[in-house]
T-cell receptor, first 115, second 112 residues
């Protein structure tokens, strides 16, 4: 069974440009999460989808970030316009259930560099 | 503010030695989990310990949880070069949500 996949693995863009990250969860996992790690700091939660609905978006840093999960399958995270402080590694994870302690399976991450 | 904080930030040991990493957190939790990240790879779940548990084992891993001190430790016994990675603790909460709050991680280097 395929794990969580993310695309692209790396992205280098200039400040002010737009970037869209994609995450394909494990098939059948209704719950999808986005996290990011900035500059060697802690990994921070961004948001949680249950199917196509946003269950918790308390970690989204500002309105330059837009996450979607149309149809409840893959998800995209768009940053527009990108700023230097957005550089980091963006992780996606998925889980079968949403109860606390349900195992989350992580993708390899997308490394975003904003110049 | 950061929920989990690991120490040390970096640890360098020889193969065969034990590695101990600590994690502290600030608020009440439902569970605490440890993850490993090899360079360029995703996070791999190692072990979960619930708030009503004090110790858990999985192979060469031993995790303890002290809710009174809001701290946990991960012990890797008889370390191997393949254990070289970053290790993160993450806390989970009650209330129907499954989001995880991570610490900044400990970079472990195991030298042959």
């Amino acid at each position: 069974e395929a794990g969580v996949t993310q695309f692209p693995s790396h992205s280098v863009i200039e400040k002010g440009q737009t970037v869209t990250l994609r995450c394909d969860p494990i098939s059948g996992h209704d719950n999808l999460y986005w996290y990011r790690r900035v500059m060697g700091k802690e990994i921070k939660f961004l948001l949680h989808f249950v199917k196509e609905s946003k269950q918790d978006e308390s970690g989204m840093p500002n309105n330059r970030f837009l996450a979607e999960r149309t149809g409840g399958t893959y998800s995209t995270l768009k940053v527009q316009p990108a700023e230097l402080e957005d550089s980091g590694v963006y992780f996606c994870a998925s889980s079968q259930a949403r109860t606390s302690g349900t195992l989350q399976f992580f993708g390899p991450g997308t490394r975003l560099t904003v110049l | 503010s950061q929920q989990g904080e690991e120490d040390p930030q970096a640890l360098s040991i020889q193969e065969g030695e034990n590695a101990t990493m600590n994690c502290s957190y600030k608020t009440s939790i439902n569970n605490l989990q440890w993850y490993r990240q090899n360079s360029g790879r995703g996070l791999v779940h190692l072990i979960l310990i619930r708030s009503n548990e004090r110790e858990k084992h999985s192979g060469r891993l031993r995790v303890t949880l002290d809710t009174s001190k809001k701290s946990s430790s991960l012990l890797i016994t008889a370390s191997r070069a393949a254990d070289t990675a970053s290790y993160f603790c993450a806390t989970g909460f009650s209330g129907g949500y499954n989001k995880l709050i991570f610490g900044a991680g400990t970079r472990l280097a195991v030298h042959p």
